[in-house]
Structure formats: structure tokens, C-alpha cells
């Protein structure tokens, strides 16, 4: 029998719960400002970050590694060295600040981080480098944007002011920004697709197809979050032509695509699609399973296509029957780097795993059950560990990672 609570004591309970999961009884808070003045006539963001509070991070060593960054100095103590800065605030205040070069090239030539006199597109994660923090409280990050007049804005996060962002990250005390960040003369489209908040972004007067763009995700997403019920409430796709890297990039809550590049291609494949799912997964590979992660992506963006109806049944088998033949050539996936025929072989084994695993367990579980495992975790994604999820969603082995089919006998 069910008995009711006093109601002296329901009050009482709630206020232990409350206490049990607040911020203040996980440590206390500080408050954490990023300021970044964007430059195009030097090129560079003059970034400050600053501590308030009394709970302030005792040490912070900054990863310069790249080489983007210049001219650090802080309020207090800081030892620099060639590739990391040591920051040691004291009181309930402190700063430091920096200069980030924006333009960064790859070895084709083509750019992944890009300023003109109009506009800039780069990543936020890498405008504030990577930090190991020692300190017991925790952030309430937000990020301030300074631009030239008549420039916006546009970032994976609520907008809480003009150009002024509040900053999130799960189960993380120190945060920072993550992900693509477009500002400048830009036009955006924007939607809420099946509660994710999606924006669609690039500049002026470029041949950006937002709306196209925008209406191929109405399209996709909804069957993405099915299989990812977790995909990230903020979705930012940046986009741009020429001298832009002529391909995807996927980051955190966003991701870039050239203007160029189709929605769907000859081969039937989504680029779109495919960084999508790197968004959904967050998943990196070691030195031998970078094969699941671009196999894994590359396969849903056709699987993607041919559950919404983007392609029939026959177009979705011819596809996948020319990535099998172009997957002979490759032979081994156990390999750094996975591309071309690597991925293409890759997705044949995806798709025999999915196979095997639907008739193992009665039509009961898919490689969608395997694909949500790796995205709960994410990380660092290792072949036993994806050997793991397949077999418990089969319920039993699986012959379709046993090492003859992941590569080729020695002869």
C-alpha cells in the first residue's frame, strides 16, 4: 500500500535533490570571457581571456603547437615556451591575452581558415587552443565578438546579445568554444528541423544555395535522428567557394562544405550526409580503425538517402555494388588513414555487418544500434570496441570483422 508523503518533508527532499546536482555543490562557479577582436587588415583576432571569481583555475597550460600565436602576455605569471604558455592566475582576477593568425593553408594550396576584407571563416576551437586546466571550479563560459561595422556573426551556440554567445559543454568544467564560426557580410537561412536549431550560413554575393541546403536537411535530418537521437540541439553548416578547401569538415554542433560540392553526387553519395554523421558520432580512430569512422559515415550517407527516399532501391544496390568493386584495390583497411578505396571497401563491410546482425538477432537490432553506441561514448574508437557493440547487438560473434574480411591474405 502506498502511503503520501508529509508535506513538511517533500519540500525537504527537493531541496536535497537540488542541492545533490547544482553547479554549487559540484564545486563552485567563475566566470570565464573570451574577447576576440576579428582584424582583416592585419589578418588576426586579438583574443583576451579572462577569470572572475573566487574559485578561479590556479594553472592553465595553453597548447600552442601550431604556431598561430603570438605575443602572449598575462596580468600574472606566465612562462612560455615553444609550443605551450603556462598561465598561473592569482586572486579572484586575472587575464591574458594573445594574437591568432586566421589564415591557414593546406598543402593543396586551398584554405581551412580564411580572412578577406568582407569576411572570415574558421574554427573556434582552434581561435582558443586546447588548455589542461588545474582547478576545482567550474566555468560560465560566454564568448564576445568584436567586428568591423556592419559585420555579424554566426556560431553553434544561443546568441545572447549582438555578436555575444553563451557556451556550453557537457560534463566539462573548463569551457571553451568548439566548432565552425562564419563572421563578416553574410547572408544565413535558418530553421528548427526536428528540434535541432539549424542555420545555414556564408557570404554575400558568393553562389551559395542556403535555401537548397536547408530544404535537403528537412529532408535527411529527421532520418539522421533517428538513428542518432542524440545529434546536438545547434547545427551550423559554413560554407564558401574558392580558395576554400574543396571538400567537408566536419567540427563540433557545425561543419564546413565548399559551395561546389553537389548534396548528392554522380556516385550517389552525400557529402552532406557524410559529415553529418561525423557530427552525430563525434568518433576518431586509432592507427588502425580510421576505416570504421570514414566507412561508418560514408555508408549512411547513402543508407540516409535511401530511408527518406533521396534515391530508389536500385540506385541505392548499383551504388553500393560500384564501391565494392572500387573497394578491391583496396587491400587492407587496417591502415592510418582511410580514403578513396579504403572507405569504399569499408562501406561493403558496414553493410554485411548490418546484414548479419539484422538476421542474427530476428530483425531486432541493425548497425544503427552499433552506430548509437559509438556516438554515446564517442572518443577514440578502437576495432575491439566496435567488435564489442556489433556483437551484443547480434547477441553472438560476427563473421563480418573477422581479420580476413577487414584485409587481404599475404601471398
Given at each position: 500500500?502506498?502511503?503520501?508523503?508529509?508535506?513538511?518533508?517533500?519540500?525537504?527532499l527537493?531541496y536535497?535533490?537540488?542541492?545533490?546536482?547544482?553547479?554549487?555543490?559540484?564545486?563552485?562557479?567563475?566566470?570565464?570571457?573570451?574577447?576576440?577582436?576579428?582584424?582583416?587588415a592585419?589578418?588576426?583576432?586579438?583574443?583576451?581571456?579572462?577569470?572572475?571569481?573566487?574559485?578561479?583555475?590556479?594553472?592553465?597550460?595553453?597548447?600552442?603547437?601550431?604556431g598561430?600565436?603570438?605575443?602572449?602576455?598575462?596580468?600574472?605569471?606566465?612562462?612560455?615556451?615553444?609550443?605551450?604558455?603556462?598561465?598561473?592566475?592569482?586572486?579572484?582576477?586575472?587575464?591574458?591575452?594573445?594574437?591568432?593568425?586566421?589564415?591557414?593553408?593546406?598543402?593543396?594550396?586551398?584554405?581551412?581558415?580564411?580572412?578577406?576584407?568582407?569576411?572570415?571563416?574558421?574554427?573556434?576551437?582552434?581561435?582558443?587552443?586546447?588548455?589542461?586546466?588545474?582547478?576545482?571550479?567550474?566555468?560560465?563560459?560566454?564568448?564576445?565578438?568584436?567586428?568591423?561595422?556592419?559585420?555579424?556573426?554566426?556560431?553553434?551556440?544561443?546568441?545572447?546579445?549582438?555578436?555575444?554567445y553563451?557556451?556550453?559543454?557537457?560534463?566539462?568544467?573548463?569551457?571553451?568554444?568548439?566548432?565552425?564560426?562564419?563572421?563578416?557580410?553574410?547572408?544565413?537561412?535558418?530553421?528548427?528541423?526536428?528540434?535541432?536549431?539549424?542555420?545555414?550560413?556564408?557570404?554575400?554575393?558568393?553562389?551559395?544555395?542556403r535555401q537548397?541546403?536547408?530544404?535537403?536537411?528537412?529532408?535527411?535530418?529527421?532520418?539522421i535522428?533517428?538513428?542518432?537521437?542524440?545529434?546536438?540541439?545547434?547545427?551550423?553548416?559554413?560554407?564558401?567557394?574558392?580558395?576554400?578547401?574543396?571538400?567537408?569538415?566536419?567540427?563540433?554542433?557545425?561543419?564546413?562544405?565548399?559551395?561546389?560540392?553537389?548534396?548528392?553526387?554522380g556516385?550517389?553519395?552525400s557529402?552532406?550526409?557524410?559529415?553529418?554523421?561525423?557530427?552525430?558520432?563525434?568518433?576518431?580512430?586509432?592507427?588502425?580503425?580510421?576505416?570504421?569512422?570514414?566507412?561508418?559515415?560514408?555508408?549512411?550517407?547513402?543508407?540516409?538517402?535511401?530511408?527518406?527516399?533521396?534515391?530508389?532501391?536500385?540506385?541505392?544496390?548499383?551504388?553500393?555494388?560500384?564501391?565494392?568493386?572500387?573497394?578491391?584495390?583496396?587491400?587492407s583497411?587496417?591502415?592510418?588513414?582511410?580514403?578513396?578505396?579504403?572507405?569504399?571497401?569499408?562501406?561493403?563491410?558496414?553493410?554485411?555487418?548490418?546484414?548479419?546482425?539484422?538476421?542474427?538477432?530476428?530483425?531486432?537490432?541493425?548497425?544503427?544500434?552499433?552506430?548509437?553506441?559509438?556516438?554515446?561514448?564517442?572518443?577514440?574508437?578502437?576495432?575491439?570496441?566496435?567488435?564489442?557493440?556489433?556483437?551484443?547487438?547480434?547477441?553472438?560473434?560476427?563473421?563480418?570483422?573477422?581479420?580476413?574480411?577487414?584485409?587481404?591474405?599475404?601471398?
Amino acid at each position: 500500500m502506498l502511503k503520501r508523503l508529509s508535506p513538511f518533508i517533500l519540500p525537504t527532499l527537493v531541496y536535497l535533490c537540488l542541492a545533490v546536482t547544482s553547479p554549487a555543490a559540484l564545486g563552485k562557479t567563475y566566470d570565464l570571457l573570451y574577447k576576440a577582436t576579428i582584424d582583416p587588415a592585419s589578418g588576426m583576432a586579438a583574443v583576451e581571456i579572462q577569470l572572475n571569481g573566487q574559485s578561479i583555475p590556479k594553472q592553465l597550460a595553453l597548447n600552442l603547437g601550431s604556431g598561430r600565436y603570438s605575443e602572449v602576455t598575462s596580468d600574472h605569471l606566465v612562462e612560455l615556451s615553444k609550443d605551450k604558455a603556462i598561465w598561473r592566475p592569482e586572486g579572484s582576477s586575472s587575464s591574458l591575452s594573445y594574437k591568432f593568425a586566421i589564415n591557414n593553408r593546406k598543402g593543396s594550396g586551398s584554405y581551412d581558415s580564411r580572412i578577406t576584407d568582407d569576411w572570415a571563416i574558421l574554427r573556434s576551437d582552434k581561435l582558443i587552443p586546447s588548455m589542461s586546466v588545474t582547478g576545482k571550479g567550474h566555468s560560465k563560459a560566454e564568448l564576445q565578438l568584436e567586428l568591423p561595422e556592419g559585420w555579424s556573426s554566426a556560431l553553434p551556440y544561443p546568441e545572447t546579445g549582438e555578436n555575444h554567445y553563451r557556451l556550453k559543454d557537457s560534463g566539462r568544467r573548463f569551457v571553451r568554444p568548439k566548432g565552425w564560426m562564419i563572421v563578416g557580410r553574410i547572408g544565413a537561412r535558418q530553421d528548427i528541423i526536428t528540434g535541432v536549431d539549424t542555420k545555414i550560413a556564408g557570404p554575400l554575393g558568393e553562389d551559395i544555395h542556403r535555401q537548397d541546403t536547408l530544404a535537403f536537411l528537412n529532408w535527411n535530418l529527421p532520418e539522421i535522428k533517428k538513428v542518432f537521437p542524440k545529434f546536438p540541439n545547434y547545427l551550423l553548416v559554413v560554407t564558401a567557394g574558392d580558395p576554400m578547401w574543396r571538400g567537408g569538415l566536419s567540427g563540433t554542433r557545425s561543419l564546413f562544405m565548399h559551395a561546389d560540392r553537389p548534396l548528392i553526387s554522380g556516385n550517389r553519395t552525400s557529402s552532406m550526409i557524410h559529415e553529418l554523421v561525423h557530427v552525430a558520432t563525434g568518433i576518431r580512430g586509432d592507427k588502425q580503425s580510421d576505416w570504421i569512422v570514414e566507412g561508418l559515415a560514408e555508408f549512411y550517407s547513402l543508407e540516409i538517402l535511401r530511408r527518406s527516399g533521396g534515391i530508389s532501391q536500385r540506385r541505392y544496390e548499383e551504388a553500393m555494388d560500384k564501391l565494392a568493386d572500387w573497394g578491391k584495390e583496396a587491400p587492407s583497411l587496417l591502415v592510418k588513414r582511410s580514403s578513396g578505396p579504403v572507405t569504399a571497401r569499408a562501406v561493403g563491410v558496414m553493410r554485411a555487418l548490418d546484414q548479419e546482425i539484422r538476421q542474427a538477432s530476428g530483425g531486432k537490432a541493425s548497425i544503427d544500434d552499433v552506430a548509437r553506441g559509438l556516438a554515446e561514448k564517442r572518443g577514440e574508437v578502437t576495432l575491439e570496441r566496435f567488435n564489442a557493440l556489433a556483437e551484443a547487438a547480434a547477441g553472438r560473434p560476427v563473421e563480418a570483422l573477422t581479420t580476413d574480411k577487414l584485409r587481404d591474405e599475404s601471398p
